[in-house]
């Protein structure tokens, strides 16, 4: 049996890593999708929302579950379901059955986020934030080689095998974990349910950080899902060149993990967290109201901008509810998901019904609630993070 944590740490980064490939793929092909389906933006924009609704039950789930079981068997089972679905996508010509094909791969995204998070925290229990940021790096590294990769498979019209590589992929880690045994002292004789539920959603910090989670990575997904299809409608760019552009963001997404990382270590993720909500604000605007190239370079921008926010929600609320980490950082990243699903969901609606330009003005409002809403308990939640971790 596997028993080193470097080992297991890095088959979790990989997971993530692939995570981030599929939602890259699934934004990138999306024009392929829709051509192959005969289906309009709307539905391709409820496909995205549906996937977001998978991520987010799964979320939830594998959270909660991550407190009773070994959080290796609940990642297993997300590389199984994920690789299912990716293996899949694109067999049938029917937009009901790739419903349900990409419900389940966000079923199976949702359990490997929501279990490696917790898998890691309780690993590394004295460097959550670093080692979280370089976690949500290689998600930022899968997410950046998924629109090179798919763009050069839509040249060929092949962009089917893409889904059938990373399905192989999954599948491998999956049977790497058939073989782990990752050493978890504190996994068992768990409190009830209930009672941590109620504690944990009594905290009126911890409610603000939920909502601003699902505002924040909202746009964030937004980002990553549309702006191929925004800058190409939108803004009357080729979209090889709004591939371009997301994988810069990409790179940008990277670069700013590895800074929020280093940070991480010397100022309070709180602080990070602040700064780079500021950060997205005035990109976003800058990607909605740009004219061209300007717009393209400011998706570019808000790569750095959303880099570390959910990374530092997820350390911060490691650090002050660690007792009931599973379930915290479960609800977290599920609220991120139903925070995806609406602002998906209503930027499709208003860009098929009014215009692309217009119905991307819902990001930009999702993006300055968030900012607002940390602002009102930012010092105290600096003060609580401070008190926690010492």
């Known amino acids: 049996m596997i028993r080193s944590r470097s080992p297991i740490t890095l088959a979790a980064f990989l997971a993530l890593g692939l995570n981030g490939m599929t939602f890259a793929f699934f934004g990138t092909g999306l024009p392929a999708l829709r051509t192959y389906l005969g289906i309009n933006l709307e539905a391709a924009a409820l496909l995205t929302a549906l996937l977001q609704a998978g991520f987010s039950v799964a979320s939830l789930t594998g959270g909660i579950l991550s407190d009773f079981v070994r959080r290796d068997r609940i990642l297993m089972g997300g590389c199984l379901i994920l690789g299912a679905g990716t293996f899949l996508l694109g067999s049938f010509p029917s937009f009901i059955a790739t419903v349900w094909v990409v419900v389940s791969m966000g079923i199976g995204a949702g359990l490997i986020l929501s279990s490696s998070n917790v898998m890691l925290v309780e690993l590394h229990p004295d460097r959550k934030g670093m080692i979280l940021n370089i976690h949500h790096i290689f998600f930022g590294l899968g997410s950046l080689l998924g629109p090179l990769i798919m763009g050069r498979l839509l040249l060929r019209n092949n962009w089917q095998s893409g889904y059938d590589g990373l399905a192989l992929s999954l599948f491998m880690i999956f049977v790497f974990f058939i073989f782990a045994d990752p050493a978890f002292d504190s996994i068992r004789n768990r409190r009830n349910i209930l009672q941590d539920l109620g504690k944990l959603l009594a905290d009126k910090y911890y409610i603000l950080m939920v909502l601003v989670s699902a505002l924040a990575i909202g746009t964030q997904l937004a980002l990553m899902l549309l702006s191929v299809t925004f800058l190409e409608e939108a803004k009357g760019m080729t979209i090889s060149a709004a591939s371009i552009g997301l994988s810069s963001f990409f790179i940008c997404l990277v670069l700013g993990r590895l800074l929020c990382s280093w940070l991480s270590l010397r100022i309070c993720n709180s602080k990070i967290v ?16 740009g004219n061209g190239w300007v717009s393209f370079f400011a998706v570019i921008l808000s790569g750095l901008a959303c880099s570390g926010i959910f990374p530092g929600l997820l350390a911060l609320n490691g650090i002050m509810f660690f007792n009931v980490a599973g379930t915290a950082l479960g609800i977290l990243s599920t609220m991120g998901g139903v925070g995806s699903i609406l602002i998906i969901w209503m930027t499709g609606v208003l860009s098929q019904r009014i215009g692309v330009e217009f119905g991307f003005v819902v990001p930009v409002i999702s993006s300055l609630a968030a900012l607002i809403l940390f602002l009102t308990s930012y010092r105290a939640i600096c003060q609580s993070e ?4 010492a």
């Open 274 to 289: 602040f700064t780079l909500l500021c950060l997205q604000v005035v990109a976003v605007f800058t990607v909605w109201q």
């Open 386 to 389: 401070a008190l926690n971790a």
